[in-house]
């Protein structure tokens, strides 16, 4: 099969007009010009890597949209995976946590029953599913459960979480509150005072309880050892200094996620572990909570991959916007998106489009805004929307 007449961005350039052969899955042959058979042309369509997602939050909004709202895991992960397919992304990791309490959608209970599934339903999917199981720290209780999943290999990247508010994300606790309220919906402003007080009472109670609870490094260290016999790789998470980065190199750590300072993301950078932050951030170039701006961090040179964290869309965009003012080149901007993910998780058939690398590809069009027309994994199509599809009849037309 041939991808023919469209620009195609390579790892060390873009080929303003050129050619993808495919073959059982794989890229065969990328040449310039047009295919030397009449495949259907895709002029003015842009093919780059299948997006890699390290870190997307999605699964457990899909399964809990609303608080007590549950649906079916099996409907969540089938929908995410359509949603995801559209988007262009062909490798995602979903990220899953034990982290609150029994009825919490991130129960260790619902974690287990998250990852079960992922991994019980990985071929029947479009995109190729893997799981991202976050450890907060201050639940040392979830060690035997993630090192039983590890023994079983149902995990492929571990994160060391502590979203104690006072440090990391929310080292400024009134942005804690902030959050917290524009999260809830709340609206101090206009509620009565009594249920004002009555709401800050029990958020400063919830933080008092997390700030309490006792950090077991000796658990921490005995998970980031096993997952390193698996070769399953670990990232530290919201890291706010250089002395935090330090310690988690130290233990083992090779990817530094969402660093909310610039001291840390440049402790990191200096350390050699690879940094991860969100394309949400970089496209909108500023964080939710105020902390490190992704797109000013990549400015710096301080990024190498960037994730969905809770929005699909994000990737693509960013890593377009990021070329279209002049940030960086777009195969240097696609990068983060795709073969730097690829180097960190060591997939090392996927991520670029070169001859012998897995077939996925997302071809995109920019009619003023850029949209994905079509997504392909392993030489097959999973997103396939009614633009191509009209190229094809006009090709079948025209050859008659």
């Given at each position: 099969m041939?991808?023919?007449?469209?620009?195609v961005?390579l790892?060390?350039q873009?080929?303003e007009?050129?050619?993808?052969?495919i073959?059982?899955g794989?890229?065969?042959e990328?040449?310039?010009?047009?295919?030397?058979d009449?495949?259907?042309?895709l002029?003015?369509?842009?093919?780059?890597?299948?997006?890699?997602?390290?870190h997307g939050?999605?699964?457990?909004?899909?399964?809990?949209?609303?608080?007590?709202?549950?649906?079916p895991?099996?409907?969540?992960?089938y929908?995410?995976?359509?949603?995801?397919?559209?988007?262009?992304?062909?490798?995602?990791?979903a990220?899953?946590?034990?982290?609150?309490?029994?009825?919490?959608i991130?129960s260790?209970?619902?974690?287990?029953?998250?990852?079960?599934t992922v991994?019980?339903?990985?071929d029947?999917?479009?995109?190729?599913?893997?799981v991202?199981?976050?450890f907060?720290?201050t639940n040392?209780?979830?060690?035997?459960?993630?090192a039983?999943?590890?023994?079983a290999?149902?995990?492929d990247?571990?994160s060391i979480?502590?979203?104690?508010p006072?440090?990391?994300?929310y080292k400024?606790?009134?942005?804690?509150?902030?959050?917290?309220?524009r999260?809830?919906?709340?609206d101090?402003?206009?509620?009565?005072?009594?249920?004002?007080?009555?709401?800050?009472?029990q958020?400063?109670a919830?933080?008092?309880?997390?700030?309490q609870?006792?950090?077991?490094?000796?658990?921490?260290?005995?998970?980031?050892?096993l997952?390193?016999q698996?070769?399953?790789?670990?990232a530290?998470?919201?890291?706010?200094t250089?002395?935090?980065v330090s310690?988690?190199?130290?233990?083992?750590v090779?990817?530094?996620?969402?660093p909310v300072?610039?001291?840390?993301?440049?402790?990191?950078?200096?350390?050699?572990l690879?940094?991860?932050?969100?394309?949400p951030?970089?496209?909108r170039?500023q964080?939710?909570s105020?902390n490190?701006?992704?797109f000013?961090?990549?400015?710096?040179?301080?990024?190498?991959?960037?994730?969905?964290?809770y929005?699909?869309?994000?990737p693509?965009?960013?890593?377009?916007?990021?070329?279209?003012e002049?940030?960086?080149?777009?195969?240097?901007?696609?990068?983060l998106?795709?073969q730097?993910a690829?180097?960190?998780?060591?997939l090392?058939?996927?991520?670029?489009?070169?001859p012998?690398s897995?077939?996925?590809l997302?071809?995109?069009?920019?009619?003023?805004?850029?949209?994905?027309?079509g997504?392909?994994?392993?030489?097959?199509?999973?997103?396939?929307?009614?633009?191509?599809?009209?190229?094809?009849?006009?090709?079948?037309?025209l050859k008659v």
């Amino acid at each position: 099969m041939w991808l023919n007449d469209l620009r195609v961005v390579l790892p060390d350039q873009v080929l303003e007009h050129g050619s993808i052969r495919i073959e059982d899955g794989v890229i065969a042959e990328i040449c310039a010009g047009c295919a030397p058979d009449s495949a259907p042309s895709l002029n003015g369509l842009v093919a780059i890597p299948g997006i890699i997602d390290l870190h997307g939050d999605m699964l457990e909004r899909d399964v809990e949209p609303r608080p007590g709202a549950r649906f079916p895991i099996e409907l969540g992960l089938y929908e995410l995976d359509k949603r995801l397919a559209a988007c262009g992304i062909t490798t995602a990791y979903a990220a899953i946590s034990f982290a609150w309490g029994r009825d919490d959608i991130r129960s260790q209970e619902n974690a287990i029953a998250m990852i079960e599934t992922v991994n019980a339903l990985r071929d029947s999917l479009l995109v190729d599913f893997k799981v991202h199981a976050r450890f907060e720290v201050t639940n040392p209780q979830t060690a035997p459960i993630l090192a039983r999943l590890l023994e079983a290999g149902q995990v492929d990247l571990v994160s060391i979480m502590d979203h104690t508010p006072g440090q990391g994300q929310y080292k400024d606790v009134d942005n804690f509150f902030s959050f917290m309220q524009r999260w809830l919906g709340v609206d101090l402003d206009t509620i009565e005072t009594g249920l004002h007080e009555k709401f800050l009472t029990q958020v400063k109670a919830k933080v008092r309880q997390q700030a309490q609870k006792p950090r077991d490094w000796d658990v921490v260290r005995d998970v980031l050892t096993l997952a390193r016999q698996h070769r399953i790789p670990v990232a530290s998470h919201d890291d706010d200094t250089a002395a935090k980065v330090s310690e988690q190199a130290a233990l083992g750590v090779t990817i530094s996620e969402f660093p909310v300072t610039l001291e840390a993301a440049q402790a990191a950078h200096a350390c050699g572990l690879a940094i991860i932050m969100g394309a949400p951030n970089a496209y909108r170039k500023q964080s939710t909570s105020n902390n490190l701006s992704a797109f000013d961090a990549i400015k710096a040179g301080l990024v190498d991959i960037l994730a969905t964290d809770y929005y699909p869309a994000a990737p693509l965009h960013a890593a377009f916007r990021l070329a279209d003012e002049g940030v960086m080149p777009l195969h240097q901007s696609v990068k983060l998106i795709s073969q730097n993910a690829a180097a960190a998780m060591g997939l090392h058939d996927r991520g670029r489009i070169a001859p012998g690398s897995s077939a996925d590809l997302v071809l995109v069009e920019n009619d003023g805004f850029h949209r994905v027309r079509g997504t392909i994994r392993r030489g097959v199509p999973i997103f396939w929307d009614s633009h191509l599809a009209k190229l094809a009849q006009v090709s079948a037309l025209l050859k008659v």
